[in-house]
């Protein structure tokens, strides 16, 4: 591991004025926020992330650790732990999607230690990227793609390019895409924004490094889930190799408005098998304003996948894929939801 500058900030204020402080001084400076630390530590023990500075924003919990529900939505402060969002009255009840993704993503030790903004922010586990002894455009700009003819059984199918097949690894952040939430951003220089929760990761194309729309000190404050008749009727299903503590080989993300047996809304995300977190308008319009049964559900599949792009050790995971929604649309649609 390389030395690195470390220090708390107590307040958001403060966590931005340094990153901007260093930013200011040295434009290259590799600055980065520390909180669960669960994936950052990894990597930099490995040599895949150096941070020059950590900023350790765990102070900060009174100001971004809450959250609050009303008519309008969902509100998870960046600093909620994964396993104190899982268990929350209001999010089991009225977003029953977020609730299972989180119970069943890591360890139970994991989920006490990670936030929320830490989660989505993830990177992928391919081998590649983490083993430095390998190419990777990812890791390492224009090095090429030891995946693309390497062991890729876990990587993607969906929004991959020739540069780039690493799989994003979460489940929050499908049932975010999904749901259309939005992230709050606050930038170094304390400017503020709000972004679709959809425009945050980017896709690989010729830039797989740049993974994601926050510029250099960005602060990712708050995640807003908007209030619709579908966050109840919302499911996800994980697909794995062994049912605790592992990554999904194919998931989704499912909430529905079912209305006199037709399909009102459906809100669809997919996992497992998806370059970054992927929400499928296509499957989505295949289902609305039509009945859900099994033969629609395997329409929606299938327009799912329609662009799906294999190698040879994942020629399995656009039908696996397929199955694996298939099944969500039908559990949600089974699911008795109450309207009180």
């Known amino acids: 591991m390389n030395t690195f500058e470390y220090e708390r900030a107590d307040s958001e204020r403060a966590a931005t004025a ?13 600055v980065h926020y520390l909180a669960g630390g669960t994936t950052l530590l990894d990597l930099m023990k490995i040599g895949v992330m150096s941070p020059g500075r950590l900023i350790d924003i765990n102070g900060m919990e009174p100001e971004h650790g809450a959250i609050e529900a009303d008519e309008r939505g969902l509100t998870l402060g960046a600093l ?64 090429g793609c030891s995946a693309m003819d390497g062991v890729n059984r876990r990587l993607a199918v969906l929004g991959t390019s020739r540069h780039c097949i690493a799989n994003y690894p979460g489940d929050f952040a499908h049932v975010l895409a999904a749901l259309d939430a939005a992230v709050d951003i606050v ?75 037709v399909v009102r ?48 050790d994942i020629l399995f995971k656009p039908e696996l894929g397929r199955r694996t929604l298939v099944r969500a649309l039908l559990e949600a649609a089974a699911m008795e939801v109450s309207h009180g």
């Not at 990153?19 to 001084?25: I, N, P």
């Not at 609305?288 to 040879?312: H, M, V």
């Open 80 to 143: 909620v732990r994964m396993s104190d969002a899982a268990d929350h009255d209001v999010v089991r009840r009225e977003y029953p999607a977020i609730s299972d993704a989180l119970w069943q993503a890591a360890s139970p030790q994991l989920r006490n230690m990670a936030t929320l903004a830490g989660n989505v922010l993830q990177r992928t586990r391919c081998n590649y990227f983490r083993d430095v002894s390998w190419p990777c455009n990812k890791r390492e700009p224009g090095s």
């Open 18 to 30: 340094s990153a901007f402080a260093a930013r200011r001084s040295d434009t290259n400076a590799r």
């Open 265 to 312: 809304e459906a809100r669809i995300g997919i996992g497992g098998m998806t370059a970054k977190p992927w929400r499928s308008q296509e499957a989505e319009a295949v289902l609305r304003d039509e009945p859900l049964d099994e033969a629609r559900a395997s329409l929606a599949a299938e327009a799912a996948f329609a662009n799906a792009r294999t190698r040879p």
């Open 187 to 261: 930038a170094a220089d304390g400017t503020r924004r709000s972004i679709r929760f959809e425009a945050l990761h980017r896709l690989p194309g010729h830039t797989p490094h740049i993974e994601t729309s926050l510029a250099p000190g960005d602060l990712i404050t708050a995640f807003r889930v908007p209030a619709g008749p579908w966050t109840r009727r919302s499911r996800y299903l994980k697909i794995r190799d062994r049912a605790s503590y592992d990554f999904a080989l194919a998931s989704a993300a499912v909430a529905l408005h079912i209305e006199d047996g």
